[in-house]
């Protein structure tokens, strides 16, 4: 799995996040790379430009934000949080209409630098059902697989 997941593009200026002051503060957030591999329900892999969250010293990332990507008709996105140690996976089937979140029933067990500059977490996680909406019609109740990530430079420090 390790050689089918590794990242194919080093993060660049291009997976940054908008720095226009949009609705969404991305002031400590610098570009990076994501790839998901799963193996359950699909074979499916994808890589697109991630979103890395530094703490306020730039010393080291506090998430990664995989930005959406297209495989087939599912869009995927992921979320890692090291300060809350949450793990999300979303999929949204255009073809379908399914739209669905899945979290770890444990605490995410990623393998990463003393910075956390890159690295993996195993993708192993459930279905999260709306307990007012129930299940989404025909989602998967597992998703398997691994997520990488990779962060490039850190953006420039916040005023304080």
Not at 2 to 10: K, P, R
Not at 16 to 33: C, F, L, V, Y
């Amino acid at each position: 799995m390790d050689s089918v997941c590794s990242i194919t593009q080093a993060p660049g200026p291009a997976d940054a996040p908008p720095a226009d002051g949009s609705e969404i503060d991305t002031s400590n957030d610098g570009p990076g790379r994501w790839r998901l591999c799963l193996t359950e329900p699909t074979l499916t892999a994808v890589e697109h430009s991630a979103w890395c969250r530094w703490n306020a010293d730039r010393t080291r990332v506090d998430e990664v934000s995989g930005v959406p990507t297209t495989g087939g008709s599912v869009d995927f996105d992921a979320w890692l949080s090291f300060t809350g140690s949450k793990f999300e996976v979303h999929l949204n089937d255009s073809a379908t209409g399914l739209i669905a979140s899945y979290a770890p029933l444990v605490a995410p067990n990623a393998a990463t630098d003393p910075n956390r500059l890159g690295g993996t977490v195993p993708v192993d996680v459930a279905l999260v059902v709306d307990p007012e909406a129930g299940s989404p019609a025909g989602a998967p109740l597992r998703v398997v697989g691994q997520m990488r990530w990779l962060c490039g430079e850190p953006p420039p420090p916040a005023w304080r």
